[in-house]
């Protein structure tokens, strides 16, 4: 059995590979991109064209994903600086109690497997975040980003 949780209001583009046990909704997709098992992608997120989302990778909203992107295993992104569960005078919080604050991952970036992205970054054009990397603050464009905190390691030659 191929469980696919897709709704109505998701836009996707041609040729999109979708796998098996993925939740999207309220998203848009790319031209021959490819969602990985286990994907969940929010509503108000933007995946672009030609990009490879691996498996349980988690997308949030506010999240935008320039073409030809590769996301590895395990990605987290975050669109919350401070999250709580419930509001100050009790009971669960609501969409009315927070704000998103957007990602943006450049085209022809390359996020490793496990790395967990905060909100509020850019990681630039070409870059590349190392595997289990915690990223806190903007990626340059052409380099190399690892560890907690990601810092950045090298260029990327040429």
């Known amino acids: ?24 909704y309220g998203c848009e997709i790319g031209d021959n991109t490819k969602i990985g098992t286990f994907v969940e992608i929010q509503k108000n997120a933007y995946v672009g064209k030609n990009c490879k ?3 349980h990778s988690f997308i949030c909203e506010g999240v935008q994903i320039e073409d030809d992107v590769f996301i590895g295993h395990g990605v987290m992104f975050i669109n919350d600086r401070y999250p709580r569960a419930t509001i100050e005078a009790g009971g669960l919080q609501t969409e009315a109690d927070w704000k998103v604050v957007p990602t943006v991952i450049k085209k022809g970036a390359s996020i490793g497997s496990n790395a967990t992205i905060l909100c509020g970054v850019t990681v630039g054009e070409k870059a590349i975040v190392g595997a289990g990397s915690v990223v806190i603050k903007d990626v340059p464009e052409g380099t190399i980003v690892a560890g907690n905190p990601a810092k950045v390691i090298r260029r990327i030659s040429a």
């Not at 059995?1 to 999207?24: Q, R, S, T, W, Y």
């Open 53 to 55: 989302i691996q498996s």
């Open 1 to 24: 059995m191929e469980l696919k949780k897709i709704a109505p209001n998701v836009v996707l583009g041609k040729d999109v590979v979708l796998n098996a046990f993925i939740n999207l």
